[in-house]
């Protein structure tokens, strides 16, 4: 906790860094969402976005939150959430990472991350990532033989290139469920492949890697204009939720 004499980048009406959805859910499964805001506390004005940047995909993942809590609903999963802005600090990247606090994505540039000093990263680090840390860390903890599974949207376009690509399973060392969940995604309403638009190499499994070890683990990549709006988020979630229902070994399976 931050005393009232440390600095802080989040106001006291401003709420929790991280929220957990459904806590006593029953499933085999602990969800996650880490882009699922697009919040940037008021004293880091907008990290100097521009007006047509502050609400694109650079600054959360349009779409994800929704499909999370429909999976959430279908499978009484437990969900944990980001409440900040992936460029506050990005939950799927560890502090060392350039990509935890970015000066740019993609052609978005981010001025309130330029330079940012040893200080600012640590204070964003302790505010945001460690409560988020350390709440899934619990969640799981209490479940030690659930699966993770975790929920991102990515752009259509990247860089100018249309991405064909409309679901991805990414896996880390332990390919298991990826694999299970590509062999039932028959169910699902749009194509799926293994490893895209990334991979373990692109340095985005952080979450799986510090809190999957042990135990089933997924990262479920949408394009987001498959997600566009409630409606299809939702028929989304569902059917991932019944692409998991089929595809996750019972607790305790090798």
């Known amino acids: 906790m931050t ?11 401003e709420g929790s860094p991280v929220e957990c959805l459904n806590p006593q859910g029953t499933a085999g499964v602990v969800l996650v969402c880490e882009h699922a805001s697009p919040f940037i506390p008021a004293g880091l004005t907008d990290l100097g976005l521009s007006e047509a940047d502050r609400w694109s995909h650079a600054v959360w993942d349009p779409g994800a939150m929704e499909v999370a809590r429909a999976m959430s609903a279908a499978l009484d999963a437990p969900l944990v959430a980001a409440r900040v802005s992936r460029l506050v600090y990005d939950c799927n990247r560890p502090p060392e990472a350039e990509g935890a606090m970015p000066a740019r994505t993609e052609t978005v540039e981010v001025p309130g991350n330029r330079d940012l000093t040893p200080e600012a990263r640590a204070l964003r680090v302790r505010e945001v990532y460690e409560p988020f840390r350390r709440t899934l860390a619990e969640v799981l903890a209490d479940r030690p033989n659930a699966a993770l599974v975790t929920v991102h949207s ?10 064909s690509a409309e679901i991805g399973l990414l896996h880390d060392a332990d390919d298991r469920l990826a694999r299970a969940m590509l062999g039932k995604s028959s169910i699902l309403p749009s194509g799926v492949a293994l490893n895209v638009p990334y991979s373990a190499a692109d340095g985005v499994t952080h979450t799986l890697r510090e809190h999957g070890q042990g135990r089933q683990s997924v990262m479920i990549e949408i394009r987001n204009d498959l997600i566009a709006d409630t409606a299809a988020a939702h028929e989304m979630g569902g059917a991932l939720a019944a692409v998991c229902i089929a595809s996750i070994a019972p607790e305790g399976a090798a």
């Open 3 to 13: 005393s009232p004499s440390e600095p802080s980048i989040l106001a006291a009406g």
């Open 154 to 163: 990515f752009t259509p376009v990247w860089f100018g290139t249309p991405r």
